[in-house]
């Protein structure tokens, strides 16, 4: 993964009408999480299922930043109220509740469909160390960034174009279904630790 983005660091000024790579997207996004005092970073593709409608995928992306966006909703809730705080505070609090549980139940389909990869590098030990599959994560995404780019051209039909993303879509792992009540933080500390 270094070595990879290494040669892009190089190319500072990379082709004016090619697709950035981190980000949203139409198929899904790709996020960096840059070195960490723990010495880890890592890269994370999500890939929606293809044929999720755009209002699915608004719908989606709100739930993944209303976590920043309800906050600051309730605290202008709590300052608009300021004469009543109680009122205000209890308003905001049920306001961020409610647009959580709203997001989580209108986005379970589209959810349920998005497919993830990471790669994580520990820096420490005197070199990199990289978990996860970095040859199947930079090819997915590359592949979806160069045919979103035809597809703005008019190079590939819209259908073309949702062939690549569910082929793309298809060559990732299904998701992992956790049995209940388990937790996700238990299950990516326990990967950790079995991986010093």
């Keep these: 993964m270094d ?26 996004r790709c996020t960096v999480q840059p070195v960490t005092r723990a010495l880890w970073s890592g890269r994370t593709l999500e890939v929606h299922a293809p044929g999720a409608t755009a209002g699915e995928l608004l719908l989606l992306r709100a739930l993944q930043v209303w976590g920043a966006a309800g906050a600051l909703v309730a605290v202008a809730l709590v300052v608009a109220l300021h004469r009543a705080p109680a009122v205000g505070l209890v308003v905001a609090v049920l306001l961020y509740a409610a647009g959580f549980v709203l997001l989580v139940r209108v986005t379970r389909r589209v959810r349920s469909g998005v497919r993830t990869l990471t790669i994580t590098v520990f820096h420490g030990n ?48 299904e998701p992992v279904v956790r049995p209940a009540g388990r937790s996700r933080s238990r299950e990516v500390a326990q990967r950790r630790r079995s991986h010093r």
């Excluded at 990879?4 to 190319?11: L, N, P, Q, S």
């Design 3 to 28: 070595d990879v983005d290494e040669h892009r660091d190089r190319h500072p000024h990379p082709h004016p009408h090619r697709t950035r790579r981190t980000g949203w997207h139409p198929w899904g």
């Design 126 to 173: 005197g070199r990199p160390e990289v978990y996860g599959d970095v040859r199947l994560i930079e090819a997915s995404l590359d592949l979806l960034c160069l045919v979103e780019d035809a597809v703005r051209r008019g190079q590939v039909s819209r259908v073309e174009y949702e062939q690549v993303w569910g082929q793309v879509w298809r060559s990732m792992p």
